[in-house]
């Protein structure tokens, strides 16, 4: 049962360009979404999150929207840069007295110079 | 370096054995969170404790068990080891037990390989 899809498993993106990254989710209650990065060899690294009352947060070239009718997330990067090249892991958690935090498969990005 | 320890960085083992993964948060976080991500795929989450206290958990097999200490380190423990095990498990912390605190800092997990 996969609560939080990513259905693309690779984007390819020119130098310069938007990036953008999908996820879908489907439990309505999740309250909280983050969105990671993560390069061979590492472990995850936090990029930016957004809680279910916002619909858009923005950190510099990153930008996340919430659609809460649509269950959908999606992260913008602009402009995309080669180093941005990585794994993007969008993750989704439930306030249950814990956070149980359920990731999507990833989607690899690849930035062309 | 995101401040949070993994050791041991790579474990080899065979079917049937016992292993722990230890985990040190950064300082002054109180939540541990323990991630499997097998081949190919995403991280499953496994369980999350705050303070000493079990506060969520995953899909962690009856095989698996882990504990937080008072000094906050974590210890993950697999036991009866299949090769379906195999994989690479990330321990996380964060400061407090979620929402604006739910912001995870990853360590750079621990390969076993179960052969």
């Known amino acids: 049962d996969q609560q939080v899809k990513q259905n693309s498993p690779s984007l390819s993106v020119q130098e310069g360009r938007i990036s953008i990254l999908n996820c879908d989710y489907t439990?309505?209650?999740?309250?909280?979404f983050l969105w990671y990065k993560k390069y061979p060899a590492e472990g995850p690294t936090f990029l930016i999150s957004?809680?279910?009352?916002?619909d858009k947060n923005e950190d510099g070239r990153f930008t996340v929207f919430l659609n809460k009718s649509a269950k959908h997330l999606s992260l913008h990067i602009v402009p995309s840069q080669p180093g941005d090249s990585a794994v993007y892991f969008c993750?989704?958690?439930?306030?249950?007295?814990?956070?149980?935090?359920?990731f999507g498969a990833g989607t690899r990005l690849f930035v062309k110079a | 370096d995101s401040g949070v320890t993994q050791t041991p960085k790579h474990l080899i083992t065979a079917t049937g054995q016992r292993v722990t993964l230890r985990c040190s948060p950064r300082?002054?976080?109180?939540?541990v969170y323990w991630y499997q991500q097998s081949l190919d795929q995403g991280l499953q989450f496994l369980i999350q404790?705050?303070?000493?206290?079990?506060?969520a958990k995953g899909n962690i097999l009856e095989r698996f068990s882990a504990q937080q200490f008072p000094d906050l380190h974590s210890e993950l423990n697999l036991s009866s080891l299949e090769l379906g095990d195999s994989a690479l498990y990330f321990c996380?912390?964060?400061?407090?037990?979620?929402?604006?605190?739910?912001?995870?800092?990853f360590g750079p997990g621990t390969r076993l390989t179960v052969l």
């Open positions: 957004i809680s279910s009352i916002k």
């Open positions: 993750a989704a958690s439930e306030n249950t007295g814990g956070f149980k935090t359920i």
């Open positions: 996380a912390s964060s400061v407090g037990s979620g929402g604006v605190y739910n912001e995870q800092f």
């Open positions: 439990n309505s209650m999740f309250d909280y």
């Open positions: 404790y705050y303070n000493g206290e079990e506060r």
């Open positions: 300082s002054g976080d109180l939540s």
